[in-house]
């Protein structure tokens, strides 16, 4: 498997920097200067340049789904048949518009695409299912499975070095 070099304007520092930040979104210039032992003028500056650069692409923070009602974790796979553009199209569209589903992909394997989706109960998991999956033009077949206990949830990735 061949690794995605990140892009040669990356240094050291850059990546202090983005490993901080994916600990702690909240840091403030100051701080975020302090840890990579810069002054804040090119510490911010290096950080605009990071966001301006897509290597950082938003602040969000992470929110326990439990503690929001959202009790159930669903892995839903789809199958299309026929395959056409208008399917795919349209599950991509009310995927977009669905705050209940996570993390959308396209895969190779036995699905078409496989999502996370989170629900307050298994009720509100099959309705879903019945009423916004199955509305979907050429579905063919919908898999679920639940989640029995979670071994971890993270949104952080790997960065040169971090080994």
């Known amino acids: 498997m061949k690794k995605n070099a990140p892009s040669e304007t990356l240094d050291e520092t850059d990546v202090q920097i983005l490993r901080h930040l994916q600990d702690d979104g909240r840091l403030s ?3 975020l200067a302090q840890r ?4 804040e003028t090119p510490c911010w500056h290096r ?3 990071l966001e301006s650069e897509g290597y950082i692409q938003s602040y969000q923070a992470m929110l326990d789904r439990r503690k929001l009602g959202l009790g159930e974790l669903a892995f839903i796979s789809l199958n299309f048949s026929p395959h056409t553009a208008e399917a795919f199209a349209s599950l991509e569209k009310l995927v977009e518009n669905s705050e209940e589903v996570l993390t959308c992909h396209r895969v190779t394997g036995e699905a078409d695409f496989v999502m996370t989706v989170v629900a307050e109960d298994l009720d509100s998991v ?3 299912i019945d009423t916004v999956l199955r509305s979907l033009p050429n579905v ?6 639940l989640s029995l206990r979670e071994v971890k949830f993270s949104s952080r990735l790997p960065l040169p070095g971090a080994r």
């Open 29 to 31: 210039n100051a701080k």
């Open 47 to 49: 950080l605009r340049k």
């Open 36 to 39: 990579v032992a810069l002054s």
């Open 126 to 128: 099959r309705d879903f």
């Open 140 to 145: 063919a077949t919908i898999r679920t499975s």
